[in-house]
């Protein structure tokens, strides 16, 4: 069933003599700065002072019992929890070209794209939902979200080090392609204080509510290990209760190799004239991080995100959940 009134404005790619010229820019002139400043020591804290949060980005929203907003870590299974939540809330039968004409995403950080999102206060996936419920996606930290007795939260967090290691590929074939800093700048930068979105930050403001009956407290990790079980949850805390064939369905439309068919409905578009086409849905998997990070690199953020959830006084099992560097589950 048709999952909302939006009509996104006429879209079409770069002309092919834009991306010609800025390929030209990208190699000549681009690539070369940032290989300088890298080589300078210089881009560490330019990474590290990361894309800003739109703090207001809800301004004067207040959610309401119509509303389930995913509060999730960059890279933490965003889109794979989004698409279960619609696909709950329209009892596995939602239709859309994009999961953003659906769900609006308030905090998007590439301004161009809000006009080809559904707007936050447009109430068309209510209507047209059976469960009268529609869908938000955040990525920012708690006290950036406005909380109500009568809305629906769900915090998704993943291991910090596949965080990392999904966020580069992203940021790699979305935006920066050739000019990407090198690994190891990367992982200084993100764990660093400097950085804008700090996993720790974002875990311990949602742990912290972990006990509030309108919040789940979910990981990547527990939806990988069982996924039915956790779309069964996911329904019974939004208090929609499923069919056998119904959670069967949802299962299906979001598994990966059932998203990885319908990409295109998942996919943010160009955002530069050198993006690559598909840049969200990339492997799926968890603790494969060793993939781009050495062990050290690995330990490091290890414990980097232990010594932060320290100092925050959050008591989250960080080695019990997550398959930590050099021993641990």
Request: charged share 25%.
């Amino acid at each position: 069933m048709k999952a909302s009134d939006f009509v996104p404005p006429p879209r079409g790619d770069f002309p092919v003599w834009l991306r010609c010229l800025s390929l030209v820019l990208l190699y000549g002139l681009v690539l070369p700065i940032a290989k300088t400043l890298e080589l300078l020591r210089v881009r560490a804290g330019v990474i590290g002072r990361g894309p800003p949060e739109d703090i207001e980005a809800f301004r004067h929203y207040t959610p309401s019992k119509h509303d389930v907003v995913v509060c999730s870590y960059v890279k933490a299974g965003t889109t794979w929890t989004l698409q279960i939540a619609t696909q709950i809330a329209f009892r596995g039968e939602a239709e859309f070209a994009n999961i953003h004409h659906v769900v609006p995403w308030p905090d998007v950080p590439f301004p161009p794209m809000q006009k080809r999102m559904i707007p936050l206060g447009d109430p068309s996936p209510a209507a047209c939902s059976p469960t009268g419920l529609r869908v938000i996606k955040t990525h920012l930290r708690k006290e950036h979200v406005p909380f109500t007795r009568e809305a629906r939260y769900i915090a998704v967090v993943r291991d910090p080090k596949d965080c990392c290691v999904s966020f580069y590929h992203f940021l790699k074939a979305l935006a920066l392609g050739p000019a990407m800093p090198s690994v190891a700048r990367w992982v200084d930068g993100m764990f660093s204080p400097k950085f804008s979105q700090p996993w720790a930050e974002h875990l311990a403001g949602y742990w912290a509510a972990r006990h509030e009956p309108n919040v789940l407290f979910i990981t990547y990790e527990e939806m990988k290990r069982d996924h039915a079980g956790s779309v069964r949850k996911i329904a019974a805390f939004m208090g929609v209760d499923l069919t056998p064939d119904e959670v069967a369905k949802v299962v299906q439309l979001s598994s990966f190799a059932g998203m990885k068919a319908v990409a295109a409905k998942f996919e943010p578009g160009r955002v530069m004239p050198w993006s690559k086409d598909s840049a969200m849905l990339r492997r799926g998997t968890s603790g494969g991080s060793g993939e781009l990070l050495t062990p050290e690199q690995q330990r490091h953020i290890d414990d980097y995100c232990r010594a932060e959830l320290k100092r925050l006084d959050c008591d989250f099992p960080y080695d019990e959940a997550f398959s930590v560097a050099g021993g641990g589950v």
